[in-house]
């Protein structure tokens, strides 16, 4: 099995809210990782998790906040977020090695 | 700060055309280089990875090059295909954030005409 989840595929949210990406994989991959991707930008690092521990934050707003719960699983919560955070937020794992992605849930911030 | 460049930026080609895809980077120092395409709207799929150590990997009609000493890799499809049509991203682990911290290319939206 080589995928990785992602739930939800879609999610509309207003700026009070307070939601949650999730994003599952059971390759016992060691470090996972979200990136956010604008429309026509590659993809931007945001967090890297390895061995269930924050290892790469790149300086990512606290409106954003990971959490690794076990190997399997990677969540994105999030709160009072902008409209300039609507955006495709990818999730990935590695051995390290090549990365394989999930489909992505894309996020639209009213 | 690791930069990634891929050229042309986008693409047109009659189908069945061989085709070459660039990506130049910064700093020479990465573990590997890898190639995905994305569809729009769609996650990443994993089409190649490069070794530092290594100069080319091939699958089916894709083939990828590394110089990791001048900074370049190309991406050669053969024989194009109206289903090849889809951006096309290289992006290199390494640097000083180590082999986790991914730097992604500009991309190449290709579109191939049948």
């Known amino acids: 099995d080589t995928e990785v989840t992602q739930t939800p595929k879609h999610l509309v949210m207003g700026m009070t809210n307070k939601k949650s990406l999730k994003c599952e994989q059971h390759?016992?991959?060691?470090?996972m990782y979200w990136y956010k991707q604008k429309a026509k930008k590659p993809p931007e690092l945001m967090f890297v998790?390895?061995?269930?521990?924050?290892?790469i934050n790149e300086s990512v707003p606290s409106r954003f906040s990971p959490e690794c719960p076990n190997s399997s699983l990677l969540n994105l919560h999030l709160h009072a977020l902008q409209p300039e955070d609507s955006a495709l937020y990818l999730c990935?794992?590695?051995?390290?090695?090549?990365?394989?992605f999930g489909p992505g849930t894309r996020l639209t911030v009213l | 700060k690791q930069e990634v460049t891929q050229i042309p930026a986008a693409l047109s080609v009659p189908e069945g055309e061989n085709l070459v895809l660039n990506c130049s980077f910064t700093?020479?120092?990465?573990?590997?280089l890898q190639w995905f395409r994305q569809d729009p709207g769609k996650g990443l799929t994993s089409l190649l990875l490069?070794?530092?150590?290594?100069r080319e990997q091939t699958s089916g009609r894709l083939n990828a090059s590394l110089d990791k000493s001048s900074g370049r890799s190309t991406l050669y499809i053969a024989a194009s295909q109206p289903g090849d049509s889809a951006t096309y991203l290289c992006?290199?682990?390494?640097?000083?954030?180590?082999?986790?911290?991914?730097?992604f290319g500009t991309g190449t939206k290709l579109q191939v005409i049948p």
């Open positions: 990935a794992r590695s051995q390290p090695g090549p990365q394989f």
């Open positions: 490069i070794q530092s150590s290594q």
């Open positions: 992006a290199v682990p390494g640097g000083s954030g180590g082999y986790q911290k991914v730097t």
């Open positions: 700093d020479s120092a990465i573990y590997n």
């Open positions: 390759m016992g991959h060691r470090a």
């Open positions: 998790y390895s061995y269930e521990k924050l290892s």
